[in-house]
């Protein structure tokens, strides 16, 4: 190896010199020279490379001239993070953790009935109309892109600040702030526990109306005052498995190209685990753009050693190892090893009559809902807008009922496949641009991540609420099937609780292109399994 020249070693001395014992900032600031991660060893004698300021001025206010207090946050985050992690802060900015496009689509598309062909469907890009109106005074804190003002965690409040957001895992109070690739579930939370309610889920929580209490208003409730009951929890939550344990840095970081909603994104399935069928790779397979996790191998491997890999986007899985008795996971945050249930041909039959079915559509054991919520717009009142981040004229208030946590009703998306749909929206708008109250019926599918044993044949096969008709009784009247809800008739002729009615005539709205109910005949085929007809 070439050695280096005397110059350069001068420069690389008088240049360590400078920052370690030039440096002003340790004189205030000694107690954040520890505390880094092993991937940031030279922090400690270079704060300006992250920070920026001046480390050669002795008074405070020029020392801390153009100081950058959270590096991390998306709009100082190319400068800071860029030098070392250029792809991932590029891939980030178009996430959809930060865009958050599918919501901004979806939501146009239901108030406004326009995507709105002169602007970007992100919540950076929010106009003024009747959905981005909504989005910017109630949606629109959760992205990763909201600026972070405190050195603190609050699980539950907590938005923003770019990569701090899910790599800063704690603020201790005598040094600095360690950042890491071991992302808790706390840091999911404060967005995950709105929305589709996924952190609650997997953890057996669900919302509930405030009547649904017991009388004497005991109860579980959440620190933001969300009313809560105890359901069954999530198989890998038990098992004590952490959200990075399934969802891979590519899901979670990558920008997902044209993706049009956050389920594009995902990059993991459940097959991928337990019933891999992808060609497997080695070492000399793997992705030059996911080389450094080589080194996070957690056993021993060889030229030999073999990976399983992600469907969607071969990506390396490469905390499972496989054995000759089959894969094991070694969970991420806490070490634990697991045996990985196989999916056998005993209890998973490759039929015609099932294979349509996704995994999630079986093994989920419930579903948050909510069957009715009206949103109010008051010109006269204000309101915190997320996007110009300061107190705007006008206020959104809203009012929800119906809330139920059981399974939902089965759709069919856009591969062809049976899959779970929970309703998205049945909403009555009030706003000052609509020349009257819109009403809005949507349903999208969702992974409730309420993963267990499957469900019974009958949920299925004799379940209104399965086949998107609510709740409510089937009847034979000279060999043809009728369904009788419960629930009372809204102004779109379906009861308050469907997606659609029996003949297919009605409702059925979703998010996205070739996504839908189940059809006259598809629910004629789930009846016939149990129902004998006359």
Not at 193 to 215: F, K, N, P, Q, W
Not at 241 to 269: E, F, K, P, W, Y
Not at 385 to 400: A, L, M, Q
Request: net charge negative; charged share 20%; proline share 5%.
């Amino acid at each position: 190896m070439r050695r280096p020249s005397l110059a350069i070693l001068l420069l690389i001395v008088l240049s360590l010199s400078e920052q370690t014992f030039g440096s002003t900032c340790v004189q205030c600031h000694a107690d954040r020279q520890t505390g880094f991660s092993t991937a940031h060893t030279f922090a400690p004698s270079s704060c300006v490379t992250c920070h920026a300021g001046n480390n050669a001025a002795p008074v405070e206010d020029d020392a801390h001239d153009s100081l950058i207090a959270f590096p991390g946050e998306l709009e100082n985050a190319r400068r800071a993070c860029g030098a070392c992690h250029s792809d991932r802060v590029s891939s980030v900015a178009e996430n959809m953790m930060h865009t958050g496009h599918g919501m901004v689509r979806v939501t146009r598309q239901a108030l406004d009935e326009s995507l709105g062909p002169d602007q970007a469907h992100s919540l950076q890009d929010l106009g003024h109309s009747v959905a981005d109106s909504m989005l910017r005074k109630q949606c629109a804190s959760c992205h990763i892109g909201q600026t972070k003002t405190e050195h603190d965690h609050d699980v539950m409040w907590d938005r923003g600040g770019g990569c701090l957001a899910c790599h800063v895992a704690d603020y201790p109070e005598s040094a600095h702030p360690a950042l890491t690739a071991r992302v808790s579930d706390a840091r999911c939370f404060g967005c995950h526990s709105r929305s589709g309610r996924i952190s609650l889920s997997y953890a057996g929580l669900a919302e509930i109306d405030v009547s649904t209490e017991t009388e004497d208003g005991s109860g579980l409730r959440l620190p933001d005052g969300r009313h809560v009951e105890r359901m069954s929890e999530d198989v890998h939550y038990l098992a004590g498995m952490s959200c990075i344990d399934c969802h891979t840095s590519v899901g979670l970081m990558g920008s997902a190209g044209n993706a049009r909603h956050q389920r594009d994104a995902v990059d993991v399935s459940c097959e991928d685990c337990h019933d891999n069928q992808n060609r497997k790779i080695d070492m000399t397979d793997w992705p030059a753009t996911l080389a450094g996790f080589r080194q996070r191998v957690p056993f021993a491997v060889d030229e030999d050693t073999v990976f399983l890999a992600t469907n969607n986007n071969a990506t390396p899985l490469w905390h499972v190892e496989l054995r000759a008795d089959g894969a094991w996971l070694h969970t991420k945050n806490t070490g634990r090893i697991l045996k990985i249930p196989a999916a056998t041909p005993t209890y998973h039959a490759q039929d015609e009559d099932h294979d349509r079915l996704t995994c999630a559509t079986c093994h989920s054991q419930w579903a948050p809902q909510c069957f009715g919520c009206h949103m109010q717009y008051d010109a006269d009142g204000e309101q915190w807008d997320h996007v110009d981040r300061k107190v705007t004229p006008g206020r959104w208030s809203d009012r929800r009922w119906n809330v139920r946590n059981a399974l939902p009703a089965l759709g069919v998306n856009e591969s062809d496949e049976i899959e779970l749909f929970v309703p998205g929206m049945i909403m009555t708008v009030d706003h000052p641009d609509l020349d009257e109250s819109k009403f809005v019926r949507m349903f999208a599918p969702l992974s409730p991540h309420t993963t267990g044993k499957s469900r019974s044949c009958e949920s299925c096969h004799y379940s209104g609420e399965a086949l998107g008709l609510g709740r409510g009784m089937f009847t034979h009247i000279t060999g043809a099937v009728k369904f009788h809800p419960v629930s009372p008739i809204l102004d779109d002729g379906l009861a308050a609780d469907a997606w659609t009615n029996i003949s297919n005539t009605l409702g059925g709205r979703t998010p996205l292109a070739g996504e839908r109910p189940l059809n006259t005949d598809e629910m004629k085929a789930i009846l016939n399994a149990l129902i004998a007809q006359p």
